[in-house]
């Protein structure tokens, strides 16, 4: 697609259950985040994905959640045990390589946990 | 922590240039300014980033001190479309480039 892709749009789920998010990169793109971004704030870096270098988990808030990536293409970002603190939209951007390039955002995965 | 400190919102009258200011007195000399802007419910857009000399694309001017310690986004004629939270981001020089986001301002552009 043209665009960095991210499923589903709105996300319902129980607490205590797991969920998956998916993020589709731009072709091409070897450089991939995800962020959470929590209501009127600003996003918080979770993880970042450099080609087939060691991902930098270093922004990942606890051992609950966990993120893959397989090569240059998409990305899973999955919450163990959901809390009602984990309800945020939780977006993934895109980047051409280590370059001083842009980011592309998806359009986020919005998750609320009841 | 966030290295930018923005105002929380702005408002600005249509067609109107709207500027935005942003301070980054920590900056590192290899850092780079960002600018980017999220209309509500979308993800984030880029709009425009600079080391040291200002930069102009077809969106926005970017105006950066001398001392590189402030920055301003220049959006010359804004229309209602242009409202949005605008966020001033300084990257991490690290291999990863991560981007540290602050707050951003709420710009409204009112007719």
């Known amino acids: 697609g043209a665009g960095v892709s991210q499923s589903p749009s709105n996300k319902v789920t129980e607490k205590g259950k797991d969920v998956e998010l998916r993020c589709d990169p731009i072709?091409?793109?070897?450089?991939l985040y995800w962020y959470r971004q929590r209501l009127g704030q600003g996003l918080e870096f979770l993880i970042y994905?450099?080609?087939?270098?060691?991902?930098?988990k270093s922004g990942l808030p606890s051992d609950r959640f966990s993120a893959e990536r397989t090569g240059e293409s998409v990305s899973t970002l999955t919450i163990q045990r959901t809390q009602q603190e984990d309800s945020a939209v939780y977006l993934c951007?895109?980047?051409?390589?280590?370059?001083?390039?842009?980011?592309?955002f998806g359009q986020g995965t919005r998750l609320t946990v009841v | 922590d966030a290295k930018t400190t923005q105002p929380p919102s702005m408002d600005c009258a249509e067609g109107r240039a709207a500027n935005l200011p942003c301070n980054h007195s920590?900056?590192?000399?290899?850092?780079?300014v960002y600018w980017y802007r999220q209309i509500h419910s979308q993800g984030p857009q880029y709009i425009i980033h600079?080391?040291?000399?200002?930069e102009t694309n077809e969106m926005a001017s970017l105006i950066i001190t001398e001392d590189r310690k402030s920055s301003t986004l220049i959006l010359p004629h804004a229309t209602l479309r242009d409202t949005a939270v605008y966020y001033c981001?300084?990257?991490?020089?690290?291999?990863?480039?991560?981007?540290?986001w602050g707050a951003g301002t709420k710009l409204i552009i009112k007719p």
């Open positions: 951007a895109s980047r051409r390589g280590r370059m001083d390039t842009e980011a592309f």
């Open positions: 072709s091409g793109h070897t450089a």
């Open positions: 920590t900056i590192s000399g290899n850092e780079y």
């Open positions: 994905f450099q080609g087939n270098s060691a991902p930098d």
């Open positions: 600079g080391l040291k000399n200002n």
């Open positions: 981001i300084v990257r991490v020089a690290d291999s990863n480039y991560q981007l540290i």
